[in-house]
């Protein structure tokens, strides 16, 4: 079964930095391409960073590009966000996604190719604020 379980995410000043954690199971993450996705408030879902399966490469939204860092550590299943120089604007629910299933479906152009994420996780909370 599919599974996916995001961590890390708080409260934290303007200009501060959070990790967030996606730990996979069902699926290793070095066959299956990762995203990170975020949900405002009052916003639609929106896409952050992607991780490919088959060399690790990346890809950054231009919102994020140059504060955020995706990467993972295949030994232990997992996808980090690692956010730096967080602002007010990157409040969200941030969710991990997996290129696997069919679920709740969203396609994705990333700079390696087009990527359609059908699994979901729960979604962890992150609040940037003074």
């Known amino acids: 079964q599919v599974q996916l379980v995001e961590s890390g995410g708080g409260l934290v000043q303007p200009g501060g930095s959070l990790r967030l954690s996606c730990v996979a199971s069902g699926f290793s993450v070095d066959y299956y391409t990762i995203g990170w996705f975020r949900r405002a408030p009052g916003k639609e879902r929106e896409g952050v960073s992607y991780?490919?399966?088959?060399?690790?490469?990346?890809s950054y939204e231009d919102s994020v590009r140059g504060r955020f860092t995706i990467s993972r550590d295949t030994a232990q299943n997992t996808v980090y966000l690692q956010m730096n120089s967080l602002k007010p604007e990157d409040t969200a629910v941030y969710y991990c996604?997996?290129?696997?299933?069919?679920?709740?479906?969203?396609?994705?152009?990333?700079?390696?190719?087009?990527?359609?994420?059908?699994?979901w996780g729960q979604g962890t909370q992150v609040t940037v604020s003074s």
């Open positions: 996604a997996a290129a696997i299933g069919s679920d709740d479906l969203v396609v994705v152009s990333t700079s390696f190719g087009v990527v359609p994420f059908g699994s």
């Open positions: 991780i490919s399966a088959s060399d690790g490469s990346t």
